[in-house]
């Protein structure tokens, strides 16, 4: 479900720029894509990789899931509000080819707020991972990809600038919202049910995983942000739109090898009896499609 997840938002994905690209020259493609790209590696910064904690601690955290993802939830979007303010501020210095983020005080203050959804929608993937609830992440990255996609052209239409960024911004939105509607009304309360009194995350647990986890995905996040930005300054918005489309299409294997190892943490949170075969297995499967 993960990997089909990880290529059906990729394909939707590409379809959606090619509609871009026929209603919007290359110079604003260029532009909406880096601040996309911006506005996505802040959101996962700032999730300080919570999805992966979730991915980890939700089944053994039993009844106090709950209390769990809450807790994930507000640190992240708290982090990315911080950071989403101080981009806007260095904007002039860091990116000034992206000035229309801060046009005005209702596109700077979108800006702020969807990166702090954008984290949201980071961690409730993790949060459906962890339930196993995989089924559901298709469908609502799906959700997500043809929302993004049929709002694409009416919006460039109304905001020739930024029309493209907001499209996809508000998509976001309008999945994270039903998401956890679901989440927290039906599949974290019957986990909830199901699961021991035992069931518990200590603060130690938590320290012993978050920090490292953190820092080797700060560096993939960093190359993620960095890169399209030094395009964008050195070769211009034009040159920047054709480069993050082959990102874009690269990135996939990447998508697909985390899913599978997402799988295995999650299966292994449960059940770590067969660590060794079930390690060897996935590293099988990741070869196989390399």
């Not at 209603?23 to 590696?41: E, F, H, K, M, W």
């Not at 052209?153 to 499209?167: D, E, H, T």
């Not at 820092?215 to 054709?242: D, F, H, K, R």
Request: include cysteine.
């Amino acid at each position: 479900a993960l990997v089909l997840s990880s290529v059906v938002t990729s394909l939707i994905g590409m379809l959606c720029w090619v509609l871009a690209a026929r209603r919007a020259p290359s110079s604003v493609r260029g532009r909406n894509i880096v601040a996309i790209n911006v506005l996505t590696s802040i959101g996962a910064v700032a999730q300080l990789n919570l999805q992966s904690a979730l991915i980890r601690f939700v089944q053994p955290a039993g009844r106090r899931t709950r209390r769990l993802v809450v807790g994930a939830y507000l640190v992240s979007a708290a982090l990315a509000l911080a950071l989403a303010g101080a981009f806007l501020i260095l904007l002039s210095r860091v990116a000034p080819q992206l000035a229309f983020l801060r046009s005005s005080p209702g596109m700077a203050t979108w800006f702020v707020a969807a990166a702090a959804i954008w984290s949201i929608m980071i961690l409730e993937d993790g949060v459906l991972t962890g339930l196993r609830k995989t089924p559901w992440v298709p469908v609502e990255n799906a959700w997500f990809s043809l929302l993004k996609m049929g709002m694409v052209v009416p919006f460039v239409a109304l905001f020739p600038v930024a029309g493209i960024y907001l499209s996809w911004t508000v998509a976001a939105l309008a999945t994270v919202v039903p998401t956890n509607i679901y989440l927290f009304a039906r599949a974290i309360t019957q986990h909830q049910r199901s699961a021991a009194d035992s069931g518990a995350v200590t603060i130690r647990e938590l320290r012993s995983f978050v920090p490292y986890d953190f820092l080797g995905n700060l560096w993939w996040q960093v190359l993620i942000v960095v890169l399209p930005l030094i395009v964008l300054a050195e070769s211009g918005a034009a040159t920047s739109a054709y480069f993050s489309l082959a990102w874009l299409i690269a990135g996939l294997l990447y998508l697909v090898s985390l899913a599978i190892g997402d799988s295995l943490v999650v299966e292994l949170s449960i059940d770590a009896s067969d660590f060794e075969a079930r390690c060897k297995q996935v590293m099988v499967h990741l070869l196989k499609i390399m």
